[in-house]
């Protein structure tokens, strides 16, 4: 006898679905609206394009005038040249912080401010450095409040300033935080001249010598070396008003040269003549 196949039975395909209206419609809604959104998108791009375009080259909004405040020692037409901005250029379109920051590299400026005024007027509000000393290290430079030494004297630039030396060229690179410091101790030391009443004159004084061992010493018109170290300026300035009435009683200031209060407690002297211990 034959033995009867077993027969394979494959599942009935189902008849595709369609969709029904509502669903075709609602999709080809949702289609048409992004359609829409996309073209609003790129009209409203273009449009504001267009408007940006047409106010970069309307008159109202070209450069005309340019106002510089705070200038002292520095010119309007040196500020101008800075900032780098061309007359007739577009307002909007100059970048207010690029234009500062160009400024500020300027070494005579230590801050700025640019704005726009409309129309055709952009404002350039400048904070100057203020020389405070002159530093000589080969070469001779300004100093400032913060005992930065930023630019080079040039020819005919102011020199009745308190002059700051024993600096080497080489020592401005390799140890120029630790000048700076003692240029701040210096500056600090001529306003303390000024309120401690010790006699001792900021105006009497010819320079203040920088020694990164010994710290600070000045030297007075008058032809003596006053050496005072490091710190304790207060109380080295009382000793010295001190010590200045007592030489004078015993007619013996006016031989004093060379006098070193680098001591707690007591100043050496030297004199043209003797040397003096009191």
Do not use: C
Not at 6 to 17: D, F, K, T
Not at 152 to 158: A, E, M, Q, S, Y
Not at 217 to 226: I, N, V
Request: charged content about 30%; glycine content about 6%; aromatic content about 6%.
């Amino acid at each position: 006898m034959f033995k009867k196949k077993p027969r394979l039975i494959l599942p009935r395909e189902e008849p595709p679905v369609s969709p029904n209206r509502s669903e075709i419609r609602k999709r080809n809604r949702l289609i048409l609206k992004h359609a829409l959104l996309v073209t609003l998108t790129v009209d409203s791009a273009l449009a504001l394009l267009l408007a940006y375009l047409f106010f970069l080259h309307l008159p109202y909004f070209s450069l005309h005038q340019v106002d510089v405040i705070g200038i002292r020692h520095l010119s309007r037409s040196e500020i101008v040249e800075a900032s780098e901005v061309e007359r007739g250029a577009n307002l909007l379109a100059i970048d207010l912080r690029a234009v500062a920051a160009r400024l500020k590299r300027h070494a005579w400026i230590s801050s700025a401010s640019v704005y726009r005024r409309f129309p055709g007027q952009l404002i350039i509000e400048i904070e100057e450095r203020t020389p405070r000393a002159i530093l000589a290290a080969d070469k001779l430079y300004y100093i400032d409040q913060q005992a930065e030494f930023f630019t080079r004297l040039l020819p005919g630039d102011p020199v009745d300033l308190p002059l700051f030396t024993g600096v080497k060229p080489d020592e401005l690179q390799s140890n120029g935080s630790e000048i700076r410091e003692m240029i701040r101790n210096g500056l600090n030391l001529l306003e303390l001249m000024e309120r401690a009443g010790s006699g001792l004159n900021p105006n009497g004084i010819a320079e203040i010598r920088l020694d990164l061992d010994e710290g600070l010493s000045l030297y007075t018109r008058s032809g003596r070396l006053l050496v005072l170290g490091r710190k304790d300026f207060e109380s080295k300035l009382h000793r010295y008003g001190r010590l200045k009435k007592l030489l004078a009683q015993r007619g013996e200031w006016q031989n004093a040269r060379i006098i070193n209060l680098d001591f707690e407690d007591r100043a050496i002297v030297r004199s043209d003549k003797a040397r003096l211990q009191g």
